[in-house]
């Protein structure tokens, strides 16, 4: 679908949004509207102040549902490219605004723990609730959401839900999606739909999936109710082994999760990214780590069919109290984002990740497709200073596979994206799909993996192209965001 176009001119929109809300909700600060054109997936580019795209007409502070509606409904009108935010820890490009004239529509102050009922288990919160705030209140009773992403402590509950993330608890808790009770949504015209919270219901499909992992494209979400759970830290149990080999370590998270145990986290990383999370232990081997928890009973049970299984797989043992120290330092502040920064700029060296998905049998051959292929074909590999994968999230059928490069820049920055990102992420995403994967485990598709969008989706594209012709009719929904800009708003089914 094209993107919008509107009639009015930026001064035009700026001032019809200063009469429609207040002025102080109103922001047109130029730094602030440079740094809201971009994501992190400009990261290195934004640290040198390089700022090519379109630059938004104004950034807009929603602070109740209504204010989202009516700005909404306003640029609907107009046909204004709206793009809403909250906690812009975006690595896919979603943030980014395409469209001349874009309304950033901010919901970062919509930040009200709204209800959090102990009887059915459910927190209420508003869409700009850092997650960290909402868990830090949930432990002082003695409950958790269980979900734990990486960003946990800058990532709100909106941008959460939105982009279908993922925390490192997943193996027990699931990813948003299993979490996601009800929630508010408000659509392009302006009507606020409020899907109510059941345990569980069959009155037809499941709408709830309609605004989850909509990545700003077809809806904003304003509230969100997700379920809560008994926090026991005291029932922690933490194992690690040292594996010569990847696919065994892969075999063993396999079993552990098809034989029916349920630990908390169970990852196995490849000795080059071992090198780097492990470097006081890993002494060249990949890392598997297992966390258990849980009732007391439920934890050590889990904790012995761990044990058990990496019996009959060759490994050494790492000392629990080294996962538990590495496990407690492993979520991103705004202190390592900033060290990153410096890094940046400093040497000209930044690491980057594209995720994706497979089933289990197919985990083997896209490890090593990927690795091959980027060690033999990537043009500029005697630039990576680092390149391997784990896996993070397993499920009954399959995993996660997460590839991290590390490179050293030796060209202008501008041509950073085009010279390392992009062609990585593409080998990446490209394997995955030839080998029967999705190209997305959890970061989104943002608008850097929208080319292969289409055959991601295959002949159940009309179904997700249809969703943006029913919601967003005039295409004001974050332009370029999951749909492709020059992709048929309805193509046929054939393919
Ligand atoms: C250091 C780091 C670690 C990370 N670790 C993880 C991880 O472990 N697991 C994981 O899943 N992800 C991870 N991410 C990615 C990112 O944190 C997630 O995608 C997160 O869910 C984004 O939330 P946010 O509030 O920052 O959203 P934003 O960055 O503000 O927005 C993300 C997308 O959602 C849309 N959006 C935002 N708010 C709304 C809303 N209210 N309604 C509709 N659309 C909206 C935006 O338009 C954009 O497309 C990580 C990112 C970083 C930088």
Redesign the pocket.
């Known amino acids: 679908m094209l993107p919008s176009r509107s009639s009015l001119s930026r001064s035009q929109i700026v001032e019809r949004l200063t009469e429609l809300l207040t002025a102080d909700q109103v922001i047109t600060d130029k730094q602030q509207l440079l740094e809201a054109s971009v994501?992190?997936f400009r990261k290195y580019t934004a640290v040198h102040g390089i700022y090519d795209g379109p630059i938004p007409a104004a950034i807009v502070l929603a602070r109740s549902t209504d204010d989202v509606s009516r700005t909404l409904a306003f640029a609907n009108e107009h046909l204004i490219n709206v793009?809403?935010?909250?906690?812009?820890?975006?690595?896919e490009g979603?943030?980014e605004t395409i469209v001349e004239d874009t309304i950033v529509l901010d919901?970062s102050q919509l930040d009200r723990i709204l209800d959090v009922d102990e009887t059915n288990m459910m927190v209420t919160a508003q869409?700009g609730v850092p997650l960290q705030r909402l868990e830090d209140e949930l432990r002082v009773r003695g409950l958790t959401t269980g979900h734990s992403?990486?960003?946990k402590p800058?990532?709100?509950?909106?941008?959460?839900?939105?982009?279908?993330?993922?925390?490192?608890f997943s193996t027990l808790y699931g990813g948003i999606e299993d979490m996601v009770v009800g929630l508010e949504?408000v659509f392009a015209d302006g009507h606020v739909a409020r899907i109510k919270n059941v345990p569980r219901r069959a009155a037809g499909p499941d709408i709830r999936h309609i605004?989850i992992g909509?990545?700003?494209?077809l809806?904003?979400?304003?509230e969100v109710t997700v379920k809560v759970f008994k926090y026991q830290p005291e029932s922690l149990h933490f194992q690690g082994f040292l594996l010569d080999e990847f696919a065994a370590g892969v075999e063993g998270l396999r079993r552990i999760v098809t034989e029916g145990y349920k630990p908390s986290v169970c990852r196995v990383y490849s000795e080059e990214d071992a090198a780097q999370h492990f470097s006081h232990f890993a002494q060249g081997k990949c890392v598997v780590v297992v966390v258990s928890e849980g009732p007391a009973g439920v934890a050590r049970a889990t904790d012995d069919g761990v044990a058990e299984i990496f019996a009959s797989i060759p490994h050494t043992p790492v000392d629990p109290a080294l996962i538990a120290t590495w496990f407690g330092n492993l979520n991103?502040g705004q202190d390592?984002?900033d060290a990153e920064k410096a890094t940046m700029l400093a040497e000209g060296h930044l690491g980057y990740t594209t995720e994706v998905s497979i089933n289990w049998s197919g985990v083997p051959e896209l490890y090593d497709a990927v690795m091959t292929r980027i060690r033999t074909t990537f043009p500029r590999a005697d630039d990576l200073t680092m390149l391997g994968a784990h896996s993070s999230h397993s499920y009954q059928t399959g995993t996660n596979l997460y590839f991290v490069y590390d490179y050293k820049i030796s060209c202008e920055p501008r041509r950073e994206i085009t010279e390392y990102h992009e062609p990585l992420n593409a080998i990446i995403v490209e394997e995955a799909l030839r080998l029967g994967g999705s190209m997305v485990h959890?970061?989104?598709i943002?608008k850097y993996r929208t080319p292969w969008t289409l055959e991601e989706h295959g002949t159940a594209y009309p179904m997700l192209a249809a969703l943006k012709t029913a919601f967003d009719p005039n295409g004001i929904m974050?332009a370029g965001?999951i749909f492709p800009v020059d992709a048929p708003a309805a193509p046929s089914a054939e393919k």
Request: proline share 4%; net charge positive; charged share 15%.
């Open positions: 994501d992190r793009v809403p935010r909250t906690g812009r820890t975006a690595t979603g943030l919901g869409c992403p990486q960003s800058i990532a709100q509950m909106g941008g959460l839900v939105a982009t279908r993330s993922i925390g490192q949504a605004a909509n990545e700003g494209a809806c904003v979400i304003t991103w390592k984002i959890h970061h989104g943002g974050n965001t």
